[in-house]
């Protein structure tokens, strides 16, 4: 069992920065790839950035040259440097990890936090 726990969401102005970050823990596991998606109401769920173990990352529309990700050195905590945030970033913002190859599932295994909230005012 893998859990993720997030912080650093809350309510900011227009033009305003908030760092979130993602912690995964548990027994016996192994992450590969970390990364953040959001879901604003009535939208569906979609990828803001992502990074691998190998430090490749990638971004969602409209966040790329905003928002930074990276991982520290054990690879196991993300975090996610969002600057000049905009209302339309407004969502539940979380975050996921993707884990071993499970021989039951037949899937590599992911895991999702419990979403945090990103409010932005205009």
């Known amino acids: 069992q893998v859990q993720l726990a997030e912080s650093g969401g809350g309510l900011v102005q227009a033009g305003g920065s908030l760092r979130l970050s993602c912690a995964a823990s548990g027994s016996d596991f192994s992450i590969n790839a970390m990364g953040w998606y959001r879901q604003a109401p009535g939208k569906e769920r979609e990828l803001v950035a992502t990074i691998t173990g190998a430090g490749t990352d990638r971004y969602g529309h409209g966040v790329q040259g905003r928002f930074t990700i990276a991982r520290d050195g054990a690879k196991n905590t993300v975090t996610l440097q969002m600057n000049n945030l905009k209302p339309e970033d407004t969502a539940v913002y979380f975050c996921?990890?993707?884990?071993?190859?499970?021989?039951?599932?037949?899937?590599?295994?992911?895991?999702w936090g419990q979403g945090t909230q990103v409010t932005v005012s205009s």
């Open positions: 996921k990890a993707e884990g071993a190859f499970s021989l039951r599932e037949g899937v590599y295994l992911d895991y």
